[in-house]
């Protein structure tokens, strides 16, 4: 039986939450362990929130919570800041630190990244034996961003485009079949 983990982002804000369950309203819970208090948004509209990414594909549930754990740690850039980048949002105001502090889109991606070249690096079980990772995608320009970066997805990851509707309904086939 496969499994999926999906990666949800507010459209307003660039804030990511990961789950296992289709939406977002089937544990609110994951914005208190996820987002900082000091960032988080007062209330959780579905109709805010949009899927980024679907990872489609892992073989039991203890594979798929071992790379949850591991994706949805606090992630860093793709490419590390320079020292003036690191000046200059040092001398922000706090308000604007703060909506800088929000757009999570990035991390989250390279935090996935790295995480699928690092269980490829440890052989770890939750490396598909059988069946690729399939990971679908809002918009492909994330799968280029992080080549540019110098990450290399590892080969058993496939990349497919995310069909929604309405902006946050899912309508992929493969992803249908997902209890």
Same mark, same amino acid.
């Given at each position: 039986?496969? $499994?999926?983990?999906?990666?949800?982002?507010?459209?307003? /804000?660039?804030?990511?939450? =990961?789950?296992?369950?289709?939406?977002?309203?089937? &544990?609110? $819970?994951?914005?208190?362990?996820?987002?900082?208090? !000091?960032?988080?948004?007062?209330?959780?509209?579905?109709?805010?929130?949009?899927?980024?990414?679907?990872?489609?594909?892992?073989? !039991? %549930?203890?594979?798929?919570?071992?790379?949850?754990?591991?994706?949805?740690?606090?992630?860093?850039?793709?490419?590390?800041?320079?020292? %003036?980048?690191?000046?200059?949002? &040092?001398?922000?105001? #706090?308000? /604007?630190? $703060?909506?800088?502090?929000?757009?999570?889109? %990035?991390?989250?991606? =390279?935090?996935?990244? &790295?995480? +699928?070249?690092?269980?490829?690096?440890?052989? !770890?079980?939750?490396?598909?034996?059988? #069946?690729?990772?399939? +990971?679908?995608?809002? /918009?492909?320009?994330?799968?280029?961003?992080?080549?540019? =970066?110098?990450?290399?997805?590892?080969?058993?990851?496939?990349?497919?485009?995310?069909? /929604?509707?309405?902006?946050?309904?899912?309508? #992929? !086939?493969?992803? &249908?079949?997902?209890?």
């Amino acid at each position: 039986m496969s $499994r999926a983990i999906y990666w949800f982002r507010h459209i307003r /804000t660039k804030q990511v939450l =990961a789950t296992l369950e289709r939406s977002v309203l089937a &544990r609110p $819970r994951l914005l208190k362990g996820q987002i900082p208090e !000091s960032l988080r948004p007062s209330t959780i509209r579905p109709d805010h929130w949009t899927p980024l990414v679907v990872a489609h594909g892992f073989e !039991s %549930e203890k594979t798929q919570a071992d790379a949850f754990t591991l994706a949805t740690q606090p992630g860093h850039p793709l490419v590390p800041l320079t020292k %003036e980048q690191l000046d200059q949002y &040092r001398l922000l105001p #706090n308000k /604007t630190k $703060r909506l800088v502090d929000m757009d999570m889109e %990035e991390k989250q991606i =390279a935090q996935l990244a &790295r995480t +699928l070249i690092y269980l490829e690096a440890v052989k !770890s079980p939750v490396v598909p034996t059988e #069946n690729g990772l399939k +990971l679908f995608w809002e /918009t492909m320009d994330w799968v280029q961003k992080v080549e540019d =970066a110098g990450l290399k997805w590892p080969k058993w990851v496939e990349h497919g485009l995310l069909d /929604t509707t309405r902006g946050n309904i899912i309508l #992929n !086939s493969e992803l &249908r079949s997902i209890p």
